[in-house]
């Protein structure tokens, strides 16, 4: 279990909090195994969980992943590597209890794109999403390159993943990102009250409930994200990367991807 990544399961809700918040909530490999392994415990025969809850601490969501940290884990092209980044996509994917994410500050790369695999997401008026793949020689993850398209548009798609466009949260909302936008002060409150009412559910129902709603079927999920997975693995070992990866850590500094 990483020590950035904090979890807890109480009255049948597992909390998984980001909490790096001195690099922004950049996404390590030990994080991501720490991740995928809650989501795979709550999904387990006999787990009594009924709400999965994701949020970060600090001014982020998340900057997406630690770069440095990212680079030096993948599998060179064509190693059939299964890495901790891989299961938590594929967790989430499968995941068969309810999923209900928080967003605030910026939500970037992956911490965009996680959020199509969540039921419902919250975020504060004031949050940012971006996913900067081309910008960093990279190509969208997650299924986002299937998902984003049927959500928003095949026009409005190429704008976020072709040109890294950033959004607002209404903008979000709008495209089906987001269920709900809250003041950033009354964020918290909100959040919270939605957890209550999933919790307050007939746990079954729910699930039932939850599993019909899926619009793309867990089978085109997995299928994209392994095509997307095998193209980032090649951008990874890209001249392209390395000359991005260098111009973005000379700007701004820190990682996101």
């Known amino acids: 279990m990483s020590e950035h990544v904090k979890v807890s399961n109480a009255g049948g809700r597992l909390d998984i909090v980001l909490a790096r918040p001195d690099r922004r909530n950049a996404i390590t490999i030990a994080m991501y195994a720490a991740m995928a392994e809650a989501i795979e415990g709550a999904n387990a025969d006999g787990s009594d969980t009924r709400l999965i809850t994701l949020s970060g601490e600090g001014v982020d969501f998340t900057a997406g992943n630690d770069l440095m940290d990212f680079m030096q884990e993948m599998p060179k092209p064509g190693e059939e590597v299964d890495i901790p980044v891989w299961r938590f996509l594929r967790a989430m994917a499968t995941n068969r209890v309810p ?3 928080k967003a605030h500050g910026n939500a970037i790369g992956i911490g965009t794109t996680m959020l199509f695999h969540c039921d419902l997401v919250i975020a504060a008026e004031d949050t940012r999403f971006k996913m900067p793949f081309t910008e960093l020689g990279l190509v969208p993850e997650a299924a986002s390159s299937l998902i984003l398209p049927e959500l ?12 890294g466009d950033s959004f607002g949260a209404a ?13 950033h002060d009354a964020l918290d409150e909100k959040f ?16 039932q409930t939850q599993a019909l709603l899926r619009k793309v079927d867990t089978g085109r999920i997995l299928e994209r994200m392994t095509l997307e997975n095998g193209k980032f693995a090649e951008r990874l070992a890209s001249d392209e990367l390395k000359g991005a990866i260098a111009a973005f850590f000379a700007a701004r500094g820190g990682g996101a991807g």
């Not at 919270?192 to 699930?207: F, G, K, V, W, Y």
């Open 99 to 101: 999923v209900l994410a």
């Open 152 to 163: 928003a548009g095949r026009r409005a798609a190429a704008r976020y993943l072709l040109l």
């Open 171 to 183: 903008e979000a909302k709008a495209i089906g990102l987001l269920s709900h936008v809250a003041p």
């Open 192 to 207: 919270d009250a939605i957890a209550a009412t999933i919790l307050s559910r007939p746990p079954e129902a729910m699930r």
